[in-house]
């Protein structure tokens, strides 16, 4: 009983150690359908903007329709592409996000 | 005369509690003290003390290499700001096979290709990081894909039901798509 | 009271300012003093596991010549564990203490590994994780109490620590407003011991105070800017500066092997490289490539502004330097909050400058104690009509509890 009470505080207590360093560093990117494009806003947790990096509107099969980099608002602009893709933000190997075109909300 | 010392009565026990009331805020003092066993606890789960994590998930042959996987927390996701919800797991290569493999990738679901492979492990082959992002919408009965990259280019896959892999995040899953 | 200072004109203004300066503290005094004193600690800790464990120790022999590279420091860790992972080196930014070394071992356990820097002998090994130095810092700063909880990002602690920056700074302010020509304390300083508690206290709080202005006066504004910066971390405002997305290497500039990992650059080279192209870069932190995809980090201490560190990003591969941030390269933002930390915990200079820190941390903290304790002598040893009257100005003033 006690463990187990004991367990859960301890589960809670994430990141104690870090006060400096661990201001975590993960990507995150949200796209939106406007008329007639494309959107989408970029960005890491720290707060950091994406500008400059890459992303990559790219088929089902494969193949890279469009690759763009992110503007001084850290925002990209696609045009519609008709079938299935997903959108990749690149950051460097393993620094990845996806977006399935099916999760792209009209605005 | 009597009524001087029951005044003075009164003043004492008045300024008992006008002593003490200012030595109260000594009480936030009790948050460390009982706040230490736990830091000490995840101090040496950071530090490895415990072993790959709180709890390990397995390992498996994984081409020619192996790997041991575990769970940093027995526990769901974790809101990271706008990055969204993040789980923390832990690898370890083989000791034969750490200066064979240049990567080891993680995601939900199996990758399209080795660019989208997911988030790859940081720090030393015998200890790991990943954070996994898990999106609202992943389904409970997803698989955990690692895809292992050789320094040859060679690429392995390994494969945990998510049910294996981490319990807690199913249920965090299930909780929050019941909303 | 003291007739010093509550005679004198405009004693109406004076006595409020008094009121203000005895409030400001009193409620809080013991957190108050809980938080110098865990702090004072916190500033020589690393200073006192030096005093207890002697394997920190620099311990230079007799014929010490120069000290090891970081690449001799990699071999001597081969040769005690075969295949050990060298994640971070940390050079002795003073010279008495050992080099250290973090190690992940195949079994997946890591160490922090003490090496004299002189001989190679490896003097002793904590598990990594928990420590004294990390402990005390951790109750100092943030009282335990974990970050990212979901409630704030930042730990709650944190903001109930660094919060306690506003009334210090005013009790500065307030205390020299009501020690009318307090500069004269400098040239006749009086501490007596021979005329009981209160005045004995009293003349240590004026004294102590005057001498720590420039001291609580950095402590209580670097409290207040932890304060802002926990407050600019929840709003997701970025330190780093809005364009600094993280450097990796490309995947198609790193060559393919078929016996392994392929021959990078050792530290000793990547280190050159750095040096080749900076002036003044004294390497001091080293952490290695933390993914195939990943860089060098070389810290060093900037020699024109110690306050900050300077780091550069080392391709393994190519040797190119893919990050540079030199002190001017540093946005504003994130040179405040690295000099501001230095500032707080002044680990800038050496050791001198740490007893310096300590001394002044621990008058601070009899500051605290000694101005509970002229509060409670003055308020309960005094005349019934002086505590009618200090209850009556208190409830005036807006009793803060």
Redesign the interface.
Known sequence: MLNSV??R????????????V???????VECTKETPDIVCLG???????????TIDLIS?D?EIIASKTFDDH?RVQFEPYDGEF?I?L?????????VDWN?ISAR | MSTSVAMQKNHKTHSRWFRWRFHLSGLLILIPVVLTPFYIELMSLFGGANGLGERVVGTQQVGPWTITLAEQFERGPKLDGPAGYMKTFNGALCQECAEQVKAVYMRLGKPRSLRTAGVIGFGSPYHMTFSMPVPENSASDADLWLTLEGWDGALHHAQWSLAEASPATVQFLQQLQEK | MNPNIEAKAPRKRTQWWFLLHSWLAMPIWLFLFFVCLTGTIATVSQEIIWLFDSSVRANPPADAGKMLSFDEVIEVIERDAPGAYVEKITRPVKSQFALTAEISYPDSTSENVFINPYTGEIQGRAASGFNFRQFVRAIHGWLLIPFNTGFTRYSLGWYMVSILGIPLLLSLITGLVVYKKFWRGFLQPRLRFNRGARVFWGDFHRLAGIWSIPFIFIISVTSIWFLIQGLLFEAGVPFNGVSQAPVYVARDEIPTSEQGRPPLLSADQAIAQVNALYDNVEAQVLHLPSTAFGHYRILGRSQAFPLVHESFLVNPYSGAIDEAMRVTDQPGLMLTRLSMRALHTGDFVGLTLKLVYFLFGVLLTMMVFSGMRIWTTRTFKSTKAAIRQKTARANLAGDPT
């Open positions: 004991y367990r505080v301890a589960l809670v207590t994430l990141v104690a150690a870090w006060s400096q661990a201001l975590a560093h993960f990507p995150f960005g890491f947790s720290d707060g950091s903007s994406a500008q400059g990096v089902y494969e850290s997903y990749l690149d950051a460097g190997p393993g620094h990845t996000v996806e999760e």
